[in-house]
C-alpha cells in the first residue's frame, strides 16, 4: 500500500442503474448490488487506515427520481443500517450522516441517528454516508445559520472568514476532501461536497459502482500517492 493515504476519501458512487440495465435487470437490482460493493469498501478503507471516508448514496437531486425507486431506496437504506450496525460497531467505525436527513422517512431516519449515536465514542474510520446531500443546500444552510447568529448579536460579519466557515457546516469535525472518486464514467461532481473540494484530487473510473473491487480502490490509492499538490505554490516550494 502507498504510504500517503488520504486522510479524507470520498466517492460519488455511479452507475449502479446501468450494471443493472446490462443485465436487463430492474435498476433495483443494481442498487442492492451496489450496498454488496459499499461494505467491502467500508470494511477495506478501514483496514487501510483511512480516517474519513464519505459516500455519496443519495443526493437532494435524486428525490426527483420516480416514487417507487426512492421507495426502494430508503427501504434499502433501512435495511443497510439494522443489519450493518453491529458491524460498524465491530470494526471501531464512527457512522455520520450528512444531508437535510429531517427529508428521510421518520423510521429509517431514527435509526440511522440512532447508529451515529451509538458509535459516537468509536476512535476508527468515520464512515459519513451522504443521504439526501446537495453541496449547495449545505453552502446555503451555513448562510443562513450565519445570518441568523448576526441577527441575533452573536457574531459580527467581520467575523467571518474562509478559515471558520467550515464551523457551520454540516460536520464542521469532517476535513477537505483529499482524493474524490467518482465511478461509472461521468464526469462531473453532481453538487457533492462543495465546499470540501476545492483542492481535491480527482480520479475518474469507467467501472460501474456494483463492478468495484478491493483492488479499484487500492488502484485509486496508488495514482492519488503519485500526485503532487502544489496548493497553488511551486514544486520548489513544496519540496522544502
Ligand atoms: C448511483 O447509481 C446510485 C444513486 C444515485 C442512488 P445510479 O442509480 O445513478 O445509476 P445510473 O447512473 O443510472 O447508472
Ligand atoms: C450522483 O449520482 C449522486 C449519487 C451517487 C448518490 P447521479 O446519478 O444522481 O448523478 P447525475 O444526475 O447523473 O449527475
Ligand atoms: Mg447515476
Do not use: C
Not at 35 to 43: G, I
Not at 185 to 206: K, Q
Amino acid at each position: 500500500m502507498p504510504d500517503i493515504l488520504p486522510v479524507h476519501l470520498a466517492i460519488i458512487m455511479d452507475g449502479n442503474g446501468r450494471w443493472a440495465k446490462q443485465r436487463k435487470m430492474p435498476r433495483i437490482m443494481g442498487h442492492k448490488k451496489g450496498v454488496d460493493v459499499v461494505n467491502k469498501v467500508v470494511r477495506h478503507s478501514s483496514r487501510l487506515g483511512i480516517k474519513y471516508l464519505s459516500l455519496f448514496a443519495f443526493s437532494m437531486e435524486n428525490w426527483k427520481r420516480p416514487g417507487d425507486e426512492v421507495g426502494f431506496l430508503m427501504r434499502l437504506l433501512d435495511e443497510y443500517i439494522e443489519k450493518e450496525l453491529t458491524t460498524i460497531l465491530k470494526e471501531n467505525i464512527r457512522f455520520t450522516v450528512t444531508g437535510q436527513t429531517e427529508l428521510i422517512p421518520e423510521g429509517t431516519r431514527k435509526k440511522l441517528l440512532d447508529a451515529a449515536d451509538r458509535s459516537a465514542a468509536n476512535t476508527g474510520m468515520v464512515l459519513n454516508l451522504a443521504l439526501s446531500y446537495g453541496g449547495r443546500a449545505e453552502i446555503a444552510d451555513a448562510g443562513r445559520r450565519i445570518a441568523e447568529l448576526a441577527a441575533a448579536g452573536r457574531l459580527k460579519p467581520e467575523d467571518i472568514t474562509e478559515d471558520n466557515f467550515l464551523e457551520f457546516m454540516y460536520h464542521p469535525e469532517i476535513p477537505d476532501v483529499d482524493l474524490l472518486i467518482r465511478t461509472s464514467g461521468e464526469l462531473r461532481i453532481s453538487n457533492f461536497m462543495l465546499w470540501r473540494i476545492a483542492y481535491s484530487e480527482l480520479y475518474f473510473t469507467d467501472k460501474l459502482w456494483p463492478d468495484i473491487t478491493e483492488d479499484d480502490i487500492d488502484e485509486a490509492l496508488e495514482d492519488f500517492a503519485g500526485r503532487t499538490r502544489r496548493f497553488g505554490k511551486t514544486d520548489e516550494q513544496i519540496d522544502t
